[in-house]
């Protein structure tokens, strides 16, 4: 698939987390409302949202947390539209530096907040091969472009070339997100019955997924 356009992707610093926290709120609340297991019950409302968010400023500081985030480029309107088929205009910058300001619709510097994802680094002494992918979450009026694609590479590329082999992440049985895992050459290992509640309280199945990672991009 090409890259989605006008989409672009940043890996967010401690310091610009109290900027971007109202509108990873908002995403994270909206998707919670479409029904997503992501840890919260319904109904979450933005301001319990970007609590969360803010509560992951000294694990982002530390390293043992890295988040990036998607923007729609300015001038992208709302973000809808399209499947991602188009011109290659997805990028990947560097370190969001907080450096822009963020509003009640979600906006911090390089447009508007679509999507996000975590890699959580374990720290054990005997697992430091190792990571996990989480909340990997996109806005439903940017889905189907390709941006949860892009999010998952960033997080997979970092985790390679900071040396960890092994990732693994859990999902919902059945879900949208479980066939793009599948599509990106995640490995299922198991599924347990009744893990987690959805969003209503229902306890649904969750299947996990492992993925092994060869060496950083350019090494033999």
Request: charged share 20%.
């Amino acid at each position: 698939m090409a890259a989605p356009t006008g989409v672009t992707v940043r890996r967010l610093t401690a310091g610009a987390l109290p900027t971007a926290a109202e509108g990873l709120g908002a995403l994270l609340a909206d998707a919670v409302d479409d029904g997503a297991s992501v840890g919260f019950l319904a109904p979450l409302t933005i301001d319990r949202a970007a609590a969360y968010w803010s509560g992951l400023a000294p694990a982002l500081a530390d390293g043992t947390v890295t988040v990036w985030t998607a923007h729609a480029d300015d001038g992208d309107g709302d973000g809808s539209g399209g499947d991602g088929s188009g011109g290659g205009g997805g990028k990947r910058h560097g370190d969001d530096d907080g450096t822009g300001t963020g509003t009640g619709t979600g906006t911090s510097s390089g447009g508007r907040v679509i999507g996000t994802v975590q890699l959580r680094s374990e720290t054990s002494p005997n697992g430091t091969h190792r990571a996990e992918v989480a909340k990997l979450l996109v806005h439903r009026d940017a889905r189907g472009r390709g941006v949860a694609r892009l999010l998952l590479t960033a997080a997979e590329e970092c985790a390679r070339d900071a040396g960890r082999t092994l990732l693994l992440l859990d999902t919902q049985t059945g879900s949208a997100a479980e066939h793009l895992y599948r599509s990106a050459g995640w490995t299922p290992v198991g599924t347990v019955p009744d893990y987690a509640a959805d969003p209503a309280g229902v306890l649904r199945p969750t299947t996990f997924f492992r993925k092994t990672l060869g060496g950083p991009a350019g090494s033999d």
